[in-house]
C-alpha cells in the first residue's frame, strides 16, 4: 500500500468522544441527546454518561396509589405526568399495554389458544396441534368429500 492509500484508511471513521477512550470506530454511533460520536462500548445513554440524558426518561412510571403504568409524551417529566394521573383520579393517561392475542382452536370445547395457528387446508380454520388433522377436527368439507357419489 502507498502512504496516501493508508492516509485515506485512516481517514474512515470517527474517534469515540468518551473520556479515555479514543477508540477509532468505522462503524461509530451519534448519540441522540447530547450529539456526540461514541464506539459500541460506550454507544448507550448510561455508557457515556450523557450529560443531555434525563435517566428517568427511559424507565416508564408507575402510580404510587394505584400502582398502574402511567403514559407521557417525549417532552414530560415523569412527575408531571404522574401529577397529572392522580390528579384526574388515576383514570387518565394509563399505559395500556397490547399483547398480541393468540388463534384459538375452533373445534367447539377446545380451549387451547396458540401463537402460531395450524390452518386446515380445506376448510381454511385454525386449529391447535391437538386437532391439525382434518380427521381431528372432523372437518366438513373432508367428510363432503368421502361421502361416496351416486351416478344415476
Known amino acids: 500500500m502507498s502512504e496516501h ?6 481517514s474512515i471513521g470517527q474517534h469515540c468522544k468518551h473520556p479515555g477512550c479514543n477508540q477509532l470506530d468505522f462503524l461509530p454511533f451519534k448519540c441522540k441527546k447530547c450529539l456526540e460520536i461514541y464506539c459500541v462500548e460506550h454507544r ?19 402510580c ?16 408531571d ?24 382452536c ?13 390452518v386446515c387446508p380445506s376448510c381454511h380454520f385454525n386449529y391447535c396441534i391437538r386437532h391439525r388433522f382434518s380427521v381431528d377436527h ?7 368429500l368421502r361421502q361416496p357419489i351416486t351416478v344415476q
Not at 67 to 77: D, E, F, Y
Not at 81 to 104: F, P, T, W
Not at 110 to 118: A, G, K, Q, S, T
Open 138 to 144: 372432523q372437518c366438513d368439507k373432508m367428510i363432503q
Open 5 to 10: 492509500e493508508e492516509e485515506d484508511m485512516m
Open 81 to 104: 405526568q404522574v401529577e397529572r394521573h392522580l390528579l384526574s383520579g388515576c383514570k387518565d393517561h394509563v399505559l395500556s399495554i397490547n399483547r398480541k392475542r393468540s388463534h384459538r
Open 106 to 118: 375452533r373445534v367447539k370445547n377446545c380451549r387451547e389458544h396458540i401463537l402460531m395457528p395450524f
Open 64 to 79: 404510587p396509589l394505584c400502582g398502574q403504568l402511567i403514559a407521557r409524551g417525549s417532552h414530560q417529566s415523569a412527575n
Open 44 to 62: 448507550r445513554e448510561q455508557d457515556h454518561n450523557c450529560p443531555n440524558s434525563e435517566m428517568g426518561n427511559t424507565e416508564i412510571p408507575q
